[in-house]
């Protein structure tokens, strides 16, 4: 019998897919036998899903079309408990069980600001949806907010109180401590060479790179810099157009999805995180992790609360990027520590979130 299943749609590369193959990885190396389901077993972290894992793939090109699968899945494997993650799959895990009508613990975990996600939704079902979880996520046994932040903005949306919990992401795992650092073989790396600003993830409206190149333009005017955004994604295009556009082609780097950004990390000046809104925000977490400090914007939930206010790097308004320009600028000429960057990254440690998922799901480690 299975203790845990981890339900996700797919491994692309995304923070939540991430997270959730760190729970999984840690909950199997606290003794429990787990399984990770699979809408599709495809996407860049597909070669990253640790090999004491079970894989079970639905094979299902659509979530509603998983549902049945999931529901027979559960009736012949019997988890004592399932965890989902993102709200169309979470929805599809809580009818699945209830139909299954098999007995476990279900918690589903959401990763993100619904009401962000419902202003800035580009079609009715996206709308839709976190409206839906009024009268749904009820069902669920628990209901996992990645930050304080997106705990208040659930209960706007009706989640019970006594059931909806506030757990950081499990950032820091023994493997990530373990890994080899490499040195990045790129020129603007070598010795001698000018400040990198880097910035990680999808190229999509809610990372608002377009606020952190017209940043960048504006440390240009004061010092010799380069800029470096690793990821994939719908805004590419209208990037490329806007460092055209600035003259920045020269000292603007956008290379794409990158599985392993951390050794990036390690060699760069300034990582920058300029989301116009975020749920937790990994890529804080993982920076302060390689030493590099860190600069913000103060956008709902996340980053405040890693940051503790400022007290570990920069907080700025959302789109302002003569703010974030200031902030760079000043955190290129001082800041924290590594020891102290480090030692509040651990405080985001998977060995800290198991034990707060151990009382969630009422399972034996």
């Known amino acids: 019998m299975t203790d845990v299943a981890i339900f996700v749609m797919d491994l692309r590369g995304g923070g939540a897919e991430r997270v959730m193959l760190n729970l999984a990885d840690g909950l199997s190396r606290s003794g429990l036998k787990v399984d990770l389901v699979l809408v599709q077993a495809v996407g860049e972290y597909v070669d990253a899903i640790p090999p004491q894992l079970r894989v079970i793939n639905l094979n299902c090109h659509r979530l509603v079309n998983a549902i049945p699968a999931l529901r027979a899945y559960l009736q012949q494997r019997r988890p004592k408990a399932l965890i989902s993650a993102l709200e169309d799959t979470n929805i599809a895990a809580i009818i699945a069980k209830h ?39 009820p069902w669920a046994d628990a209901v996992v907010g990645v930050s304080q932040g997106v705990v208040l903005d659930l209960l706007q949306f009706g989640t019970p109180k006594a059931r909806t919990h506030a757990i950081y992401n499990p950032i820091i795992t023994p493997s990530f401590r373990a890994r080899p650092q490499v040195a990045i073989d790129h020129p603007w790396f070598a010795a001698g060479q000018p400040p990198v600003i880097l910035g990680v993830g999808r190229l999509n409206e809610q990372k608002d790179f377009v606020t952190l190149i017209r940043a960048f333009a504006q440390v240009r005017q004061h010092r010799v810099a380069r800029l470096m955004i690793l990821g994939e994604g719908a805004e590419r295009s209208r990037l490329e157009s806007l460092v055209a556009e600035l003259e920045l082609e020269a000292d603007v780097s956008l290379p794409g999805f990158v599985s392993n950004p951390y050794d990036y990390m390690a060699a760069v000046d300034v990582v920058a995180l300029s989301s116009a809104w975020e749920g937790f925000g990994n890529v804080l977490v993982e920076a302060m992790a390689m030493g590099t400090p860190v600069v913000s914007t103060d956008c709902q939930s996340g980053p405040a609360e890693i940051l503790e206010n400022g007290q570990y790097g920069k907080l700025v308004p959302v789109k302002d990027e003569f703010a974030m320009a200031t902030a760079i600028l000043e955190t290129l000429q001082q800041s924290p520590s590594p020891a102290v960057l480090k030692e509040r990254a651990n405080d985001f440690s998977l060995e800290k979130v198991l034990g707060h998922y151990q009382q969630l799901l009422s399972l034996s480690f």
């Open 99 to 137: 139909w299954s009508r098999m007995p476990m613990r279900l918690i589903v975990t959401v990763h993100n600001q619904l009401s962000q996600e419902v202003k800035h939704a580009q079609n009715l079902k996206r709308r839709f949806v976190p409206y839906l979880i009024r009268w749904v996520y």
